[in-house]
Nanobody
Framework: QVQLMESGGGWVQAGGSLMLSCAAS????????MGWYRQAPGMQRELVAD???????NYADSVKGRFTISRDNVKNMVYLQMNSLKPEDTAVYYC???????????????WGQGTQVTVSS
């Protein structure tokens, strides 16, 4: 019903930048909060940043001042600009979104497949 597709991952040297994009598609009435999570090998998935439909943002302390989340409500897309990348940012990054598929249904969370980000020292 709803699909999230991430793009933009890859390999970068420490200090470099990458931009992730995520598009929500399918049967969508409204996309509420969208966010980015990451999971490093052997670690739990953690919130990186999220953004409400009204553009209120929230960041993990580890990325504040380096990452910027933004969204396009018309295109149902969310972006993550990552600057000053560190080796500890290496992880699979997942897009998530709370989506209402009709006016009367409750919003539920959907996840993308993930995109690998690798930062070398």
């Amino acid at each position: 019903q709803v699909q999230l597709m991430e793009s933009g991952g890859g390999w970068v040297q420490a200090g470099g930048s990458l931009m992730l994009s995520c598009a929500a598609s399918g049967i969508i009435f409204r996309v509420n909060t969208m966010g980015w999570y990451r999971q490093a090998p052997g670690m739990q998935r953690e919130l990186v940043a999220d953004i409400t439909r009204g553009a209120v943002t929230n960041y993990a302390d580890s990325v504040k001042g380096r990452f910027t989340i933004s969204r396009d409500n018309v295109k149902n897309m969310v972006y993550l600009q990552m600057n000053s990348l560190k080796p500890e940012d290496t992880a699979v990054y997942y897009c998530a979104a709370d989506v209402k598929i009709t006016l009367t249904t409750t919003a539920r969370s959907y996840w993308g497949q993930g995109t690998q980000v690798t930062v070398s020292s």
